[in-house]
């Protein structure tokens, strides 16, 4: 066997035992179908948040000027997104290409989790970080009067991004209850 | 709308428990359901992963564009019937593992993406080869 040459992360999923999702789960098929739903719905949506913010980015490139109010949220916006898409995106792909009789690649998926996680969380403390650096200045901008905002300007994005979550799972549970 | 949602989402839950109670926890306790369509043998599982990769590539991408919601019918909705058959063909004949098989409905319903484009242009040409549109094609 070529097993011998591979990483270590490969021979511990061949030599461990050869559960249909990762042995983590202990056999637990509704939180397999959980997870497989939530980091996919997440994915999913930080990939929509992305494109949604750099779309507006580079159509309002003219009005919203580098450090206006909007284009610091703009940023905070994307750059949680990022976090989101990269961390949930990793352990989608580790988590819906769990394959026992496929160890070398099923360690490279675990592997690159582990790459990809300090990318994705580094995006999330900068993300803090310009939040709290923008704070004193932002509160300032947004303590002027009208005070309330309209919530409800993107409500159908938000609703497209619901109906695509209840489809996620529904697929989820299709797929760990058929494999 | 909400409460629909919720609604369906609490309904599913009990048929989603006893659909995963079933199955065994490893690869020897658990054989993969097979499907038959017109004959052909394909794993369930695969299947259900391109279509869902299928549609959320078709769904999300641009779908509250208004050129996608005037060309709904004549054009949105056999484009993505085109996908989804593109998808199930693909696992029907290669069978794929899940992941694989998300992506490759993913890539399919991508694709439909840029065949709705081309197909929209050629709509709005004809149009105005025809003297029928309110605007004219670049």
């Given at each position: 066997?070529?097993?011998?040459?591979?990483?270590?992360?490969?021979?511990?999923v061949?030599?461990?035992?050869?559960?249909?999702a990762?042995?983590?789960?202990?056999?637990?098929?509704?939180?397999?179908?959980?997870?497989?739903?939530?980091?996919?719905?997440?994915?999913?949506?930080?990939?929509?948040?992305?494109?949604?913010?750099?779309?507006?980015?580079?159509?309002?490139?003219?009005?919203?000027?580098?450090?206006?109010?909007a284009?610091?949220?703009?940023?905070?916006?994307?750059?949680?997104?990022?976090?989101?898409t990269?961390?949930?995106?990793a352990?989608?792909?580790?988590?819906?290409?769990?394959?026992?009789?496929?160890?070398?690649?099923?360690?490279?998926?675990?592997?690159?989790?582990?790459?990809?996680?300090?990318?994705?969380?580094?995006?999330?403390?900068?993300?803090?970080?310009?939040?709290?650096?923008?704070e004193?200045?932002?509160?300032?901008?947004?303590?002027?009067?009208?005070?309330?905002?309209?919530?409800?300007?993107?409500?159908?994005?938000?609703?497209?991004?619901?109906?695509?979550?209840?489809?996620?799972?529904?697929?989820?549970?299709?797929?760990?209850?058929?494999? | 709308?909400?409460?629909?949602?919720?609604?369906?989402?609490?309904?599913?839950?009990?048929?989603?428990?006893?659909?995963?109670?079933?199955?065994?926890?490893?690869?020897?306790?658990?054989?993969?359901?097979?499907?038959?369509?017109?004959?052909?043998?394909?794993e369930?599982a695969?299947?259900?992963?391109?279509?869902?990769?299928?549609?959320?590539?078709?769904?999300?991408?641009g779908?509250?564009?208004?050129?996608?919601?005037?060309?709904?019918?004549i054009?949105?909705?056999?484009?993505?019937?085109?996908?989804l058959?593109?998808?199930?063909?693909?696992?029907?004949?290669?069978?794929?593992?899940?992941?694989?098989a998300?992506?490759?409905?993913?890539?399919?319903?991508?694709?439909?993406?840029?065949?709705?484009?081309?197909?929209?242009?050629?709509?709005?040409?004809?149009?105005?080869?025809?003297?029928?549109?309110?605007?004219?094609?670049?």
């Open positions: 066997m070529t097993i011998a040459n591979s990483s270590f992360a490969a021979r511990a061949a030599e461990g035992p050869q559960t249909l990762p042995p983590s789960f202990n056999g637990m098929g509704w939180l397999v179908v959980i997870n497989l739903a939530m980091m996919t719905i997440a994915t999913l949506i930080g990939i929509m948040v992305i494109v949604k913010l750099a779309g507006d980015w580079v159509k309002h490139r003219n009005t919203d000027v580098w450090l206006s109010p284009s610091i949220y703009r940023v905070l916006g994307i750059l949680f997104a990022t976090g989101i990269i961390r949930c995106g352990e989608m792909v580790s988590l819906w290409g769990w394959n026992p009789h496929d160890p070398v690649a099923t360690g490279i998926y675990l592997t690159a989790k582990r790459l990809f996680d300090p990318i994705a969380v580094s995006c999330g403390i900068t993300g803090l970080m310009v939040y709290i650096l923008s004193p200045g932002m509160i300032e901008q947004q303590r002027k009067i009208p005070f309330p905002v309209n919530m409800w300007l993107a409500w159908p994005m938000v609703k497209r991004m619901l109906r695509l979550g209840l489809l996620t799972f529904i697929a989820a549970i299709g797929v760990v209850s058929t494999r | 709308m909400i409460w629909r949602l919720g609604a369906t989402a609490a309904a599913v839950i009990p048929v989603a428990a006893a659909a995963v109670a079933k199955t065994g926890a490893t690869v020897t306790t658990s054989t993969p359901t097979i499907w038959f369509f017109l004959g052909y043998p394909f369930a695969g299947m259900i992963s391109a279509l869902f990769g299928c549609v959320s590539a078709r769904f999300w991408i779908a509250g564009e208004i050129a996608r919601r005037e060309h709904r019918w054009l949105d909705a056999p484009v993505s019937s085109m996908t058959a593109v998808a199930a063909g693909l696992v029907i004949s290669l069978h794929p593992e899940p992941l694989s998300l992506l490759y409905g993913g890539g399919v319903g991508i694709l439909g993406e840029g065949v709705f484009k081309l197909a929209e242009q050629r709509i709005d040409k004809l149009k105005a080869v025809m003297g029928l549109g309110d605007k004219p094609a670049e």
